[in-house]
């Protein structure tokens, strides 16, 4: 009997997210050049995940 493709282990799932947490768009906007040290983290603008 085979096992039902959503109880796969969640690392063998690799799908791309929509959504980002603050954190990751933080670490997307400094790798482009648009984060500087001290800038607040409300109010960021869009980002697409790179995944």
Not at 25 to 43: A, F, S, T
Request: glycine share 8%; hydrophobic share 25%.
């Amino acid at each position: 009997m085979s096992q039902h493709p959503s109880l796969k282990s969640a690392s063998r799932i690799k799908v791309k997210r929509n959504v980002l947490k603050r954190f990751e768009r933080v670490d997307i906007l400094r790798d482009h050049g648009k984060w500087k040290e001290g800038d607040r983290g409300m109010g960021l603008p869009k980002t697409k995940s790179e995944e």
